[in-house]
Nanobody, 124 residues
């Protein structure tokens, strides 16, 4: 397993951008699929994006496609989420997570390590 720490959240106006980062410690970061999830108050956790071990394949939820970009740097053991054209519906706590199973990438239950989360608040 890896240990994950997110950073980069904050308050931004609608239409603005934020970049989230997730630093991983532990061994063999490049062996893990990395995902981003989010949870808004009173709502269930939902999938945002995922990236395969070497970054060749990515997957996005429809509600962020075209606005968010996931990337990773295996040399630095980091995964990032660039979020553009944010709107109030994107307000949530954002979590990064790791899994060995690409087939499980959209299911939170398929991930075995989670960060503590970082708050993103988008004002209208």
């Amino acid at each position: 397993q890896v240990q994950l720490v997110e950073s980069g959240g904050g308050l931004v106006q609608a239409g603005g951008s934020l970049r989230l980062s997730c630093a991983a410690s532990g061994r063999a970061f490049c062996n893990y699929v990395m995902g981003w999830f989010r949870q808004a108050p009173g709502k269930e956790r939902e999938f945002v994006a995922a990236i395969r071990e070497y970054g060749v394949y990515t997957d996005y939820a429809d509600y962020v496609k075209g606005r968010f970009t996931i990337s990773r740097d295996n040399a630095k053991n980091t995964v990032s989420l660039q979020m553009n054209n944010l709107n109030p519906a994107d307000t949530a706590i954002y979590y990064c997570a790791s899994t060995r199973a690409w087939s499980m990438r959209r299911r939170g239950a398929g991930y075995d390590s989670w960060g503590q989360g970082t708050q993103v608040t988008v004002s209208s």
